[in-house]
């Protein structure tokens, strides 16, 4: 069975510096892996999608990358802003299965 | 993506009650949705898979008698939470696969309590 963690569940950095989020999943068999925002009551934002064949992603200040053989990402996110607080997740898709595995999420907060 | 409509986006009722959440695919025709619950500080859960014309699939440990998934169009699914009770107050949150779950948009969520 898949399991994903995400370390740490909470941190909180003064703005402007740079952060990594961790994401690790047990099973390697993967399809794909999605980093995910989601602010307090609302629904995800998917940020950052990498096919299992690709080694990273970037989208603006945010660049995720993936190590499927020792099941790792990370997310890195470059000049942080306030408007970058919020809960990040990631999730996997597993090889043959339609179904998303979520981590456990990271709770990110950004001191102005 | 797909735009994905949920409503409502908040409900509150009493227990024992019934309640039904919708789940639109605005601009796409999904064959297949994705229904999810998160409780407090958690993560998302998958509830069940909802297939059109057809019945939906329960993951282990959901009650398929107690959460009815409707998905009678290609833009329609609904989630009906039956005979509802504290415990199953939560946030409700739907999704919508293009060609399979590969690139998945999820609805704004819904969330109910029970009192």
């Known amino acids: 069975k898949q399991e994903v963690t995400q370390i740490p569940a909470a941190l909180s950095v003064p703005e402007g510096e740079n952060l990594v989020l961790n994401c690790s999943f047990t099973d390697s068999a993967i399809y794909n892996l999605q980093w995910f925002r989601q602010d307090p009551g609302k629904g995800l934002t998917s940020l950052l999608l990498i096919q299992s064949s690709q080694r990273e992603q970037t989208s603006g200040r945010l660049n995720a990358s993936l190590d499927k053989s020792s099941g790792r990402s990370t997310l890195y996110i470059a000049a942080s802003q306030p408007g970058d607080s919020a809960t990040y997740l990631c999730?996997?898709?597993?090889?043959?299965?339609?179904?998303?595995?979520f981590g456990t999420g990271t709770r990110l907060t950004i001191i102005p | 993506g797909a735009v994905v409509s949920q409503h409502p986006s908040w409900v509150i009722c009493k227990s024992g009650t019934s309640v039904k959440i919708e789940c639109r695919s605005l601009?796409?025709?999904?064959?297949?949705m994705f229904w999810y619950r998160q409780f407090p500080k958690q993560s998302l859960m998958l509830m069940a898979t909802?297939?059109?014309?057809?019945?939906?699939?329960?993951e282990q440990g959901v009650e398929k008698d107690k959460f009815l998934i409707n998905h009678a169009s290609l833009t329609l699914s609904t989630l009906t939470v039956t005979s509802a009770h504290p415990e199953d107050s939560s946030f409700y949150i739907c999704?919508?696969?293009?060609?399979?779950?590969?690139?998945?948009?999820f609805g704004a969520g819904s969330r109910l309590t029970v009192l």
């Open positions: 601009d796409f025709q999904a064959t297949t």
């Open positions: 999730a996997v898709l597993r090889l043959g299965n339609e179904k998303l595995t």
């Open positions: 999704s919508v696969g293009r060609g399979g779950a590969n690139v998945l948009t």
């Open positions: 909802s297939n059109e014309g057809s019945k939906a699939t329960y």
